[in-house]
């Protein structure tokens, strides 16, 4: 199958790693194989799957240079049934290193074309930014998930995005499409934040997924012991709700 999901928001802290790392693990519980593919130089999502990112030999930077072979940077079994290919602050520089590439906005893509059908899903994690990362990310990818916090400015930033994502599909990747918004750190407690969703619902012409994310301690706590929260709480409300968005996910492909 080797289905390309971007997660991405422009906005920084509205639980895009975090849902990139905990659908990719709740993924593989489903019994599916899954790359998970970090693209933020920050590399949080790989310090999340457990993996000391200051002591990688290669990493991501070192394929989209042209340093390393796929197969030199992908980590296997960092998860059941999960490999990842990991980031850390040395692809901060690859901008700067990319200018005078050629076909710079594909490279990602052209370097897991090869591999991508050995697995039912590749989660890429993007940069909260709209860098030539992200542009990559959003060329290899079939489809973009955007996490939305459920907050008072939801919507900033929001409609920019969808018109970037229509730019992508326009010029450079014609059959990109939008998987959905996923609203992320609900809390029950609030009316802001039912109020959030039906506001984003009735402006913005996409599909919202019915999973919402709760604002939860142990899904925060989770990724600083290297664990998703499938792993470090299974029974908390986050991995349940990181689960049924998981499900959403399979049974709209």
């Known amino acids: 199958m080797g289905k390309v999901i971007a997660v991405t928001n422009q906005k920084g802290g509205v639980g895009k790693t975090t849902t990139a790392l ?3 693990a709740s993924l593989t519980e489903k019994g599916k194989r899954v790359l998970a593919v970090d693209v933020d130089p920050q590399g ?13 030999e290669k990493t991501i930077y ?16 960092v998860y059941k049934r999960m490999n990842l290919i990991p980031s850390n602050v040395d692809l901060s520089a690859a901008e700067i290193e990319l200018i005078d590439a050629k076909n710079k906005e594909y490279i990602l893509r052209e370097s897991l074309k090869e591999i991508k059908y050995g697995y039912d899903y590749v989660i890429i994690d993007c940069p909260p930014a709209l860098s030539m ?3 990559n990310a959003l060329t290899t990818a079939d489809s973009v998930l955007v996490p939305i916090q459920c907050e008072y400015y939801a919507l900033e930033g929001l409609s920019q995005l969808i018109h970037t994502v229509e730019l992508v599909k326009e010029r450079l990747n014609p059959d990109l499409g939008i998987e959905g918004v996923v609203f992320t750190m609900f809390d029950g407690r609030t009316n802001l934040s039912a109020q959030v969703v039906e506001n984003v619902k009735e402006n913005l012409n996409q599909k919202a997924f019915n999973t919402v994310i709760p604002r ?12 998703p929260i499938t792993q470090y709480d299974s029974k908390s409300p986050g991995a349940e709700a990181y689960r049924k968005l998981a499900k959403e996910i399979i049974r709209g492909a």
Not at 216 to 227: D, K
């Open 22 to 24: 905990n659908l990719s």
């Open 44 to 56: 949080n999502m790989t310090s999340g799957f457990g993996v000391n990112k200051n002591e990688l």
């Open 62 to 77: 070192d394929l989209i240079i042209g340093n390393a072979a796929i197969e030199d940077v992908i980590l296997k079994n």
């Open 133 to 135: 990362l992200t542009i």
């Open 216 to 227: 939860n301690i142990r899904l925060a706590e989770s990724p600083s012991y290297g664990m």
